[in-house]
């Protein structure tokens, strides 16, 4: 079964600069859809980016991540990362990776409800 395993997060000042890293395990297919969610207590999960590859990829950010964040993964398909800068109070939450099973059809981008693989997440704190 597909398995996620985030790293990366940490505390950092306002300003500062994370990379988040997620591991994919046992994903067997060429086609991914997968993304990085993140909650804070007592709201909802909200997805931040979502990249979609096949060949070509398309990514798509939240409006609080757009210009600040960057979702990408290697060439093997063996990792996704978040790389996110001028990190502000707003942004620290529970930051997890999720993919689509393989094989899956439909859309992929910030509004896809699919997501059936999670990770355990990674937490980011920026405080000064």
């Known amino acids: 079964e597909v398995r996620l395993l985030e790293s990366g997060g940490g505390s950092v000042q306002p300003g500062g600069s994370l990379k988040l890293s997620c591991s994919i395990f046992r994903y067997t297919d060429f086609r991914t859809c997968m993304g990085w969610f993140r909650q804070t207590p007592g709201k909802e999960r909200e997805p931040v980016a979502v990249?979609?590859?096949?060949?070509?990829?398309?990514?798509y950010y939240s409006a609080s991540g757009k210009g600040r964040f960057t979702i990408s993964r290697d060439n093997a398909g063996d990792m996704m990362y978040l790389s996110m800068t001028d990190l502000t109070p707003e942004d620290t939450a529970l930051y997890t990776c999720a993919a689509l099973p393989p094989g899956f059809r439909g859309f992929c981008d910030l509004t896809t409800k699919d997501f059936t693989y999670w990770g355990q997440g990674t937490q980011v704190t920026v405080s000064s």
């Open positions: 990249l979609y590859f096949g060949g070509f990829e398309n990514a």
